[in-house]
């Protein structure tokens, strides 16, 4: 099924939002080496508990590509226990810190091609379509979109997509209605986090929302 928004209601939405909330200059983040880390970290957690357990990894001195990747398990999961499944997450950030080693770091990932590096991101145990378009977008600034339960949640609610729709139909979609954009794809993203947030939550807010306008949803959800 082929996902067609359009561009003008996005940069509808995209103005909309970033009226009210303006610019959000995300990702948080030190580097593209730790903006990875958070990528991988923040599977299934709010980002809150991302920035403890990365506070953790610079008190332990393992905010590090080889200190991490020779760490004792056991010690690198206690440290990242606030951004929760932490022994799963453990592995899955020792198995990163392998591939970006043996990549060259972040010289010879950024030498690569973004649908090279894209698949070899693939290949690495623990990341998915969503984790590895975080890295390609905050950390590689690619021009990939990254869609996520909140691009999900408010897309359906404005009517550009339906639910289940696929994941790489969504994202190419977006890339292909509004162009190969690595920082408007940031800001709208960034965006659609912040509102999802702050109004168009699982029980939205609808008197709160800055897309009323242009939402045939507003009103009828509770």
Known sequence: MTFEPGEAPLRAAFDLMLYAYGPQHWWPGDGAFEISVGAVLTQNTAWSNVERAIARLKEARLLDARAIARADPVRLAECIRSAGYFNVKARRLQAFCRFWLEAGGERGLAA???????????????????????????????????????????????????????????????ERALGPDAQGFNELHALIVRHAKQACRKRPLCEACCLGTICPSRGRLR
């Open 112 to 174: 690569r091609d973004t649908a090279g590096l894209r698949q070899a991101l693939l290949g690495v145990h623990g990341i998915g379509p969503e984790t590895a378009d975080d890295i390609l977008l905050y950390a590689f600034d690619r021009p990939v979109f990254v869609i996520d339960a909140y691009t999900r949640r408010l897309f359906e609610r404005l009517g550009l997509s339906r639910n289940g729709e696929a994941y790489e139909a969504l994202r190419h979609g977006v």
